[in-house]
């Protein structure tokens, strides 16, 4: 199993910027592409980004240009930085990890509320 605790949500302005942080834990030697998927209130869940480990990056368009998806193998940790962040990208935020043959995992979420 893998275990993952996401870390750096909170409030910022429009126009701001955070970063959140997602470490690993448990069988991460397994682990393929990780990334961070959101959910507002009352919305499907939806992909953010993702980073293969090999490091291929893939953005949804809503946050292409704007969001950088990076991965940290020797710490075992993904990172999301949101730069010019918009109300519309308030949600949970959650970081996901895929592994062969075997069910994604999931973090508990963070917060990210974007005000205007």
């Known amino acids: 199993q893998v275990q993952l605790v996401e870390s750096g949500g909170g409030l910022v302005q429009a126009g701001g910027s955070l970063r959140v942080s997602c470490a690993a834990s448990?069988?991460?030697?397994?682990?393929?592409?990780m990334g961070w998927y959101r959910q507002a209130p009352g919305k499907q869940r939806e992909l953010v980004a993702t980073?293969?480990?090999?490091?291929?990056?893939n953005y949804a368009d809503s946050v292409k240009g704007r969001f950088t998806i990076s991965r940290d193998n020797s710490k075992n940790t993904v990172y999301l930085q949101m730069n010019s962040l918009k109300p519309e990208d308030t949600a949970v935020y959650y970081c996901n990890a895929k592994r062969p043959r075997a069910p994604d995992s999931w973090g508990q979420g963070t917060q990210v509320t974007v005000s205007s």
């Open positions: 980073v293969s480990k090999g490091g291929t990056t």
């Open positions: 448990g069988s991460i030697s397994s682990i393929s592409t």
